[in-house]
């Protein structure tokens, strides 16, 4: 068969923000069939994949029997809860279903090597391989440096900014996890969801250093920045109150022989300057990438109103899509956990459809 022709079986497990994503593309491309789809939540058993995506019945009905899942015969799983547990990811790949996540690992990075030995050896009793994927980490801070250092001479510096408008382009339920409206001082003594994301996000300065054959010595964060409102600032679900926490920058930098590589801003703000104490403008949501060097250069990557003039921020999509469109590679590569680094430039199938 030709690899054009060639379909791929696919389960989602878990129907959040990305998942769903899943589900409508899986519903759609020519490339997948959607054979099976695992829910937590008790109120979307039962019902029809495409009235929890939003679109057309798929024929295929949400269960949240793990046990019913594992049992099936699927090419892949696209495994996008929460939090991945690295025993269920194991089974899965002993079930012989490839696993492709949003959730977790990405790269063997010191904070992830050990738990990727298991990772491993599953891959080995199963003949089957594992990927991690998304827009940050897994694209916009490993994939895209990665691609600008080819038409470089000499790499200085890297800095990845990550630029989100809260409350235009996030679901609101980031206000409160992200701790947007709390006291200054409260904020910044208590960890934050970002801070805690460290590891997963230094995944992908070790995959460019990787990539650039140096060695990362050390990853450090700064003091977390924060901006406090001016004035009350509104959102759907209530107010963030003026003089509290209504904008932070983190700041982590990977240092190789003792100075910065790769400095990774991650900048979260829910006003612009005028509601905001100091004034932070950042601009428009967004990732860029600034490489210093010989030559120096930049690249954004931005959402694009549509021709009828909606917007929505694709940041679910990309990630969905980052992860969804290396399936078929990893379907087809030998067992393994395989990081961007092994797969090297994935063939995505099934996106021009004419
Ligand atoms: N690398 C990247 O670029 C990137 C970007 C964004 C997100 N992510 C990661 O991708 C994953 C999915 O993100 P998401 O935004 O889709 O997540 P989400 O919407 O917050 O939740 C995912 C799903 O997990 C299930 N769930 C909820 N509570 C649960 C519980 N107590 N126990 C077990 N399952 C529970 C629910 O499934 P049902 O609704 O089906 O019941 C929920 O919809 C996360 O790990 C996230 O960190 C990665």
Request: charged share 20%; proline share 6%.
């Amino acid at each position: 068969m030709s690899e054009s022709a060639k379909t791929y079986r696919v389960i989602q497990w878990m129907t959040g923000d990305v998942g769903q994503v899943g589900v409508r593309h899986f519903a759609g491309s020519p490339v997948f069939d959607l054979v099976g789809v695992l829910v937590h939540s008790k109120d979307k058993v039962g019902k029809d994949a495409g009235e929890i995506a939003g679109i057309a019945p798929t024929g295929v009905v949400a269960t949240n029997d793990i046990k019913e899942i594992v049992a099936m015969d699927a090419d892949c799983v696209f495994y996008t809860p929460i939090i991945m547990d690295t025993e269920t990811v194991c089974r899965l790949l002993r079930s012989g279903k490839n696993v492709v996540t949003t959730s977790g690992f990405f790269h063997p990075s010191p904070d992830f090597r050990d738990a990727g030995e298991a990772i491993r050896a599953a891959c080995r009793d199963g003949g089957t391989s594992f990927h991690g994927g998304g827009i940050h980490p897994g694209y916009a801070g490993d994939i895209l440096p990665l691609t600008l250092a080819r038409v470089m001479s000499r790499i200085d510096t890297i800095q990845v900014y990550e630029v989100v408008n809260v409350l235009e382009d996030a679901p609101i339920d980031h206000i409160d996890w992200m701790g947007f409206g709390k006291d200054r001082d409260k904020f910044l003594t208590e960890p934050t969801i970002l801070g805690l994301g460290l590891p997963f996000f230094a995944q992908s300065m070790y995959m460019i250093a990787d990539g650039l054959g140096v060695t990362i010595d050390e990853v450090t964060a700064a003091e977390v920045d924060v901006a406090t409102a001016v004035e009350d600032i509104p959102h759907d679900e209530g107010v963030i109150p003026a003089g509290t926490v209504a904008a932070q920058r983190h700041e982590w930098t990977g240092w190789v022989d003792g100075a910065p590589l790769i400095v990774f801003h991650a900048i979260y703000v829910t006003a612009g300057p005028d509601q905001l104490e100091p004034a932070w403008d950042w601009g428009k949501t967004r990732y860029e990438i600034v490489i210093e060097g010989d030559t120096p250069t930049e690249l954004t990557l931005q959402g694009v109103r549509r021709a009828d003039g909606t917007m929505t921020h694709p940041g679910y999509d990309w990630t969905a899509m980052g992860a969804i469109n290396a399936i078929p590679d990893v379907c087809d590569a030998a067992p393994g956990w395989l990081t961007h680094l092994d797969l090297g430039l994935i063939r995505p199938r099934g996106l021009v459809r004419r």
